[in-house]
């Protein structure tokens, strides 16, 4: 093998279409666009999603559904996770540190999933009534 014999893989290089350049070519007359309509002419070009004029299927379509901005903001803790705590005041900077909430959270309620035997003082979180019941009947306080 030498330099001046590398060549590239067969399929590697394609030869550009010369079109409109005579019958023998192969892409004469038309050029490879077909006989009239939107796409022979010049200056072709359509958005995405247009049909012609007819309603497109994206507003055809009906609107499903409601995507709340506060969803990525707000998120819950169980109260078998509090009872796992080693802390027995309990905040949104606590629960950051033992990664049971992300940074972003802004707002945490706590539901009653599982049980909890200790007292522990909650504060500036939301808790559902269940919850609620369950941290004072433990001998604790939410604020």
């Given at each position: 093998?030498?330099?001046n014999t590398l060549k590239p893989g067969k399929g590697a290089r394609k030869e550009r279409r010369r079109v409109a350049r005579g019958i023998g070519s192969g892409l004469g007359k038309t050029a490879g666009r077909g006989h009239k309509g939107q796409h022979a002419?010049?200056?072709?070009t359509h958005t995405v999603?247009?049909?012609g004029g007819q309603m497109p299927l994206q507003r055809r379509l009906p609107k499903v559904g409601f995507r709340s901005k506060k969803q990525a903001e707000?998120?819950?803790v169980f109260l078998y996770q509090i009872a796992g705590l080693?802390?027995?005041a309990i905040d949104l900077t606590v629960l950051r540190?033992?990664?049971l909430v992300d940074g972003r959270a802004k707002r945490v309620k706590i539901v009653k999933k599982g049980e909890i035997g200790?007292?522990?003082?909650v504060s500036g979180i939301l808790a559902?009534?269940?919850a609620k019941a369950a941290i004072e009947a433990a001998g604790g306080s939410v604020e």
């Open positions: 093998m030498r330099l002419r010049a200056g072709n999603g247009f049909e707000s998120q819950q080693k802390k027995d540190e033992a990664k200790r007292a522990v003082k559902t009534a269940g």
